[in-house]
């Protein structure tokens, strides 16, 4: 990719990895990342924002040496310290004897394992601080969970340069690094609202406030750590503006209560469909629907339990555990925001039914407001067994 200039002293030094496929083990990056970092030149000072990935620390040094040598820059700002953005930091350092890292309080703490230095030459800011580069004054804004508490902002106002972290980022490798020169618009801003999804769907409050920090700002560039450089009059609009959208409070509308079952040979499906009844009949205004994993796309059902007001989860046992769609289904809880959700397991067995005890166990870990006892039949469920799944069915609703 080579260096970027934005505008004078200001050049991205970054570096692309568009084949990355799979991002911090759960995100699908069809479209491939970027680890964007900047170069910034004061008449007295040089700042380096962010580092880069561990694994493209040669092309990152590459990209510096074509500006200055490494050991010119006197500061290293780290707007957030996961280990895209942190990774050649320890090597980094090495080269550039002279650099303080700026980074929040929290980031401090992060570091100091991340790069088990225990000589780092740290300056920590808090909202508002200012670092004079010489006739370049940034100036930091603190912005926790977007997305981890030691985010923040590093705002250029003589330049309108904002230099945004994860925030309005997206997963999306392009040659030429700047939203100008964006070939396909489209597919950017299906990465984009992807992005948000998996980082910021979880905050939307804290979303909220860090969009609050930015009015007022004259954004002419948003320098964002992955992706495309958004511009003012392109596409820095648009993305501001979902932002705002997707994270406005949900309207109110009537209780979803889904019920997300997988069943073998009907028999935990006999369940499902008794508890439904059950939930339909004592509320009747809320929403119950009943979904076989296995003929729904994961990416719907995910959404559909996370948005829900409360939820059943039905499994047979088989191999003495849960079957693993209900295991795959629950790696994409949102835990943050489902915690102290009502949950009921229920389930058919043959010999000893260990699916609800586990399944349990992991709402609970989830920290999630489980019903006991679970709901079980063994094998073909009987009129006394569908009449106690019917009775703890209505016991479960009075707590929704």
Known sequence: MGTIKIKDDICAVGAQNPTLRIFDVVMCTEYGTTYNAYLLRGSA??????????????????????????????????????????????????LCPRATVICSQAGALYLQHITNLTDLRIQTVKEGDTLDLGGRTLRFLIAPFLHWPDSMFT????????????????????????????????????????????????????????????????????????????????????????????????????????????SAYGNTGLLAAAIQDVLLSRLPAAAVPLYDINEHDMGFLRGELNASDAFALGSPTFNADAVPPVWELLTHVDAVNCRKKPALVFGSYGWSGEALPNLSAR??????????????????????????????????????
């Open 155 to 262: 705002w250029s106002e003589a330049d309108g340069a904002l230099f945004s972290c994860d925030f309005l980022g997206a997963h999306y490798c392009e040659p030429y690094g700047l939203d100008t020169k964006t070939v396909y618009p489209e597919k950017y801003k299906q990465a984009l609202q992807s992005y948000y999804d998996a980082i910021f769907g979880p905050f939307p409050s804290y979303v909220r406030k860090g969009l609050e920090k930015l009015e007022g700002l004259d954004i002419q560039f948003a320098c964002t750590s992955h992706g495309p450089v958004l511009t003012k009059g392109c596409l820095l609009e648009y993305a501001l503006d979902r932002y705002r959208d997707w994270s406005q409070p949900a309207a109110p509308e009537k209780k979803k209560i889904p019920i997300f079952y997988c």
């Open 45 to 94: 000072k040089t700042a380096l924002v962010e580092t880069c990935h561990a694994s493209f620390f040669d092309v990152y040094l590459e990209n510096i040496r074509e500006l200055c040598a490494p050991s010119d820059i006197d500061y290293i700002i780290l707007n957030h310290c996961e280990p895209d953005h942190s990774g050649s930091l320890r090597r980094l350092l090495e």
């Open 363 to 400: 709402l609970k870990g989830l920290k999630m407001a489980v019903y006991e006892p679970e709901v079980r039949a063994r094998f073909v469920p009987s009129e006394a067994e569908l009449a106690a799944a019917k009775e703890a069915a209505l016991d479960f609703a009075k707590g929704i």
